[in-house]
């Protein structure tokens, strides 16, 4: 079969923060058999009028819009549409008024069984993959990422899921209680074949699943000298020889969920543990004093938020010198806890705002208690021009004697300046064509 894969973008436009989408990867790689091409419309624009067997889009809720304009088009066209990842999974009837049919969950073994179908022309409308098989067989087919433009960094997987259950995020509700990671070996053997100039990140949501997983990966990526950065949750703070074997392993940076500086707000997020680790700015001195990198996220708009505490978020950003950081207005995507609270006490002010027209990035999509839904967006809008204004960026990144190399300071920079321009690019967006 000819078959075309795409990565919808939020909008017809282009992003300077795309990365290489591993699931693109992983179905190119399992689909060798058949001839197969990809467009990331987040790097490039479709060609119009492409021709195919079978196309395939990864969608996530705020790319829904934009997914479903551009598989309605090639349906028109009588080419059968495939979508998967996070928001069919959470949505499969709303993904299939405009898909040929879906698969819910991990793409391995489900696509495979849905390629066979097609080549015999006998597709079903639902596939689902097995969320809780061993991870032992990733493969991922890179080749179709060349001459794209992508930020510079290569992207890995060691595992999937998260021990927490924070009440905003996807995670849990799409990848079940348990937590996997790959055999780190094998990891090791695909990390060769990667770009070692360029600084690997590693895209799973908590890279710290459990100690012995976590002590099996720094093992491995010690003695190969690279540098490298994740996400992690805030209790690897807890233990400071921990920190030291992270930084002798590579680990440049991290990217911390903060959240709120309010304990009520982190207990009605089920996030009260973010707090085990001691003040925040411990924690970052800890990180930066061992020459790694933050990346600071914060949400608002938890019932004891205040246009203060926006503020507050902000100052301890600055003053403890966040090398990144966002502050982002809570976002009910469905799947979450958080989305079906909100629905169900009728604070949706759009309860599908990811397919409204008059919706756009960064607007409030539910009613706050103590701030009003504008003073949330327009909060959340200027403390990210704050952070990202010219004088706070030259503080940051070089007005400290954090022990921070070449590499990371440069990197530092051309973060800073994408994560700049990318702020004034999404901001009042609207989702689709
Ligand atoms: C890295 C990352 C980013 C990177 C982008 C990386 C890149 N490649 O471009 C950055 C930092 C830029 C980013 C940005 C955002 N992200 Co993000 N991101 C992630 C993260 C942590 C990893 C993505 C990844 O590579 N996963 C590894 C691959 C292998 O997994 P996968 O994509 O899920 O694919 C598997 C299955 O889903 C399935 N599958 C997926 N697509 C398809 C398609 C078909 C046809 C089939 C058969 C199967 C299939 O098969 C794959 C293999 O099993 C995910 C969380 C996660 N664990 O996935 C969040 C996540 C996807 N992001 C999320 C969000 C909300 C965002 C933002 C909107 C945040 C914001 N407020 O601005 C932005 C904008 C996103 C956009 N589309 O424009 C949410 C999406 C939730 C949702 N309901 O849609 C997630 C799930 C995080 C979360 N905790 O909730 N993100
Ligand atoms: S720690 Fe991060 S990935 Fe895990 S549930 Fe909380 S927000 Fe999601």
């Not at 061992?290 to 003053?319: C, K």
């Not at 909060?379 to 030259?394: L, Q, T």
Request: hydrophobic share 40%; charged share 25%; proline share 6%.
């Amino acid at each position: 079969m000819n078959i075309i894969l795409i990565r919808p973008n939020m909008g017809d436009y282009r992003s300077a923060d795309a990365m290489p989408p591993l699931a693109m990867g992983i179905l190119a790689a399992r689909a060798s058999r058949h001839q197969v091409r990809f467009f990331d419309d987040k790097a490039e624009a479709i060609p119009p009028g492409l021709e195919a067997d079978l196309v395939a889009l990864s969608v996530e809720t705020f790319t829904a819009r934009r997914a479903y304009q551009i598989a309605d088009d090639f349906r028109r066209r009588g080419i059968p549409v495939v979508m998967g990842g996070y928001h069919p999974t959470f949505l499969p009837e709303e993904a299939l008024q405009h898909a040929d049919t879906i698969v819910t969950g991990d793409a391995e073994g489900a696509w495979e069984r849905l390629l066979e179908d097609a080549a015999k022309g006998r597709l079903q409308r639902i596939y689902r993959g097995d969320n809780q098989a061993r991870l032992d067989d990733i493969r991922i087919d890179r080749s179709i990422f060349a001459g794209k433009r992508y930020a510079p960094v290569e992207l890995a997987q060691y595992g999937r899921g998260c021990r927490f259950v924070c009440d905003f995020c996807s995670i849990h509700q799409f990848y079940g209680p348990r937590t996997r990671t790959r055999p780190a070996e094998q990891l090791r053997d695909e990390l060769a074949g990667l770009n070692s100039k360029r600084l690997l990140f590693f895209v799973d949501d908590n890279l710290f699943s459990s100690r012995p997983e976590l002590d099996a990966l720094l093992r491995v990526m010690t003695p190969l000298r690279r540098h490298w950065s994740c996400q992690i949750s805030i209790d690897v703070a807890r233990d400071s020889a921990l920190l030291d074997r992270l930084a002798a392993a590579g680990c440049r940076y991290v990217l911390i969920g903060f959240e709120s500086l309010e304990p009520a707000n982190l207990k009605q997020m089920r996030k009260p543990w973010n707090q085990v680790a001691g003040e925040y700015r411990r924690v970052v001195a800890a990180l930066h004093a061992r020459g790694i990198g933050i990346y600071g996220t914060f949400v608002f708009g938890y019932d004891h938020d205040t246009p203060d505490t926006i503020r507050r978020s902000l100052d301890f950003a600055l003053e403890s010198r966040l090398d990144i950081a966002n502050f982002n207005p809570l976002t009910p995507t469905p799947g979450s806890a958080l989305y079906d609270r909100l629905r169900d006490e009728g604070r949706l002010l759009s309860p599908q705002w990811w397919l409204d027209p008059d919706y756009r990035y960064g607007d409030p999509i539910f009613q706050p208690r103590q701030i009003s839904a504008g003073e949330l967006a327009e909060g959340c809008f200027e403390a990210k021009r704050a952070f990202y204004a010219w004088s706070s960026i030259v503080r940051r990144v070089f007005d400290n004697d954090t022990p921070f190399s070449w590499f990371s300071r440069s990197m530092t920079t051309v973060a800073n300046l994408i994560s700049r321009r990318e702020v004034y690019r999404k901001q009042g967006r609207s989702l689709g064509t």
